[in-house]
């Protein structure tokens, strides 16, 4: 019984600092619906932005593996991978940049 109540009562110390504390919770990060579209307006346009310039530089290494294969089949073939796989990549960024576009159009209205 002694060991429940020692427990108990450190258990109730340890939230007093919290209960405290409750009162000075700082406000919501977004005022707004529009401020949250903003907000993930920016974060997509980095990310977009970071894309394409990794995919600019996979196209560049695949175009120099094009052309420093001399008629190699495996290197033409590791420059054609790398060339689809950078396009497939462009692909994925304009898509997810399209579905940031129909979010907000749904949830401005």
Do not use: C
Not at 5 to 10: D, K, M, S, V
Not at 40 to 50: H, L
Not at 83 to 105: D, E, T, W, Y
């Amino acid at each position: 019984m002694k060991k429940i109540i020692t427990t108990l009562t450190l258990i109730s110390l340890a939230a007093v600092p919290f209960v405290a504390a409750a009162d000075q919770i700082p406000d919501a990060p977004f005022e707004s619906v529009d401020d949250l579209i903003t907000k993930m307006d920016q974060i997509g346009d980095y990310i977009f932005t970071g894309l394409l310039v990794l995919a600019a530089i996979f196209l560049v290494v695949a175009g120099y593996f094009f052309v420093t294969a001399s008629g190699n089949a495996e290197k033409i073939k590791k420059a054609r991978e790398m060339l689809i796989n950078a396009l497939i990549g462009v692909a994925v960024g304009v898509a997810a940049k399209g579905l940031i576009a129909v979010i907000q159009n749904i949830v401005q209205g």
